[in-house]
Every structure is written in C-alpha cells, then in structure tokens.
C-alpha cells in the first residue's frame, strides 16, 4: 500500500469498527452501496457507481453509519475510478484489518463506455 496523503488519512479516520463476535469462524459480509459519486479530474463532471465490498472480517467489522459518511466524503474528491476503488480498498484493510477483501467498483457509462474496477486484499495468515 502506498503511504497517504494527509487528506487521505482524514478520511480514513471517518470508518469506524467494532469487534467480531464470531472471530474464529469464516464467514463473509456482502456491502452495496449503490450511490457512489465523484468528481473526475479531467473534466470536473460527477461520477456515478455501485461499490460492491465483501470481506472476511478476523477480529474487527466496518461499521455501516461511517462506512456511509466515509464515501460522502469523495463526493467533491477529484479521482480516478482506479484510484477512487483502490484507495478505499486500501483504508478499509487499514482499518478493518479483514482476512479477505474485495471491492468491486461499477461505474456508470460516459461517453458510451462503462468502466468497472476491481481491487482484492488476502491477509498472509489467511485460510
């Protein structure tokens, strides 16, 4: 993972956790969040997608409320879709520090083209 910036750890510091009662068993946690936005660099135009996150917690879960109030964060962010999807994959791992983590990232079409992004972490103790 690359070292954030400043503005990116305020961000980070947003998500909230909470422990996993059931830490010594596998099992996944399926997130959609389906009103995804920022900003484009290039253009300044919106952006719109569906973030789709799914993570075999270990000691620690996402909670919901932040997770919402982390990703309004990015709605006047300035981001690539490949930046956006990889950055949030790496402060969710930062912080929740799952044993599996993927986020897909679906993006609605501009121009004729639609764009998806999908980013994975594994622990090195992962099953």
């Keep these: 993972m690359s070292t954030?910036?400043?503005?990116?750890?305020?961000?980070?510091?947003?998500?909230?956790?909470f422990q996993n009662q059931f830490p010594e068993r596998n099992y996944s946690i399926r997130i959609v969040c389906p009103e995804f936005t920022s900003v484009c660099p290039k253009t300044g135009q919106p952006d719109f997608g569906t973030l789709v996150l799914t993570y075999v917690p270990d000691q620690l879960c996402v909670e919901l409320k932040s997770l919402k109030m982390y990703l309004q964060q990015f709605r006047n962010e300035g981001?690539?879709?490949e930046h956006a999807t990889n950055r949030i994959l790496d402060d969710l791992v930062a912080r929740v520090k799952p044993r599996r983590m993927k986020l897909e990232a679906q993006f609605t079409p501009r121009?004729?083209?639609?764009?998806?992004?999908?980013?994975?972490?594994?622990c090195r103790h992962a099953d």
Excluded: K, M, N
């Design 4 to 17: 954030p910036s400043v503005h990116a750890a305020d961000f980070r510091a947003t998500l909230e956790t």
């Design 79 to 81: 981001i690539f879709y």
């Design 111 to 122: 121009g004729g083209i639609s764009t998806s992004v999908t980013a994975r972490y594994r």
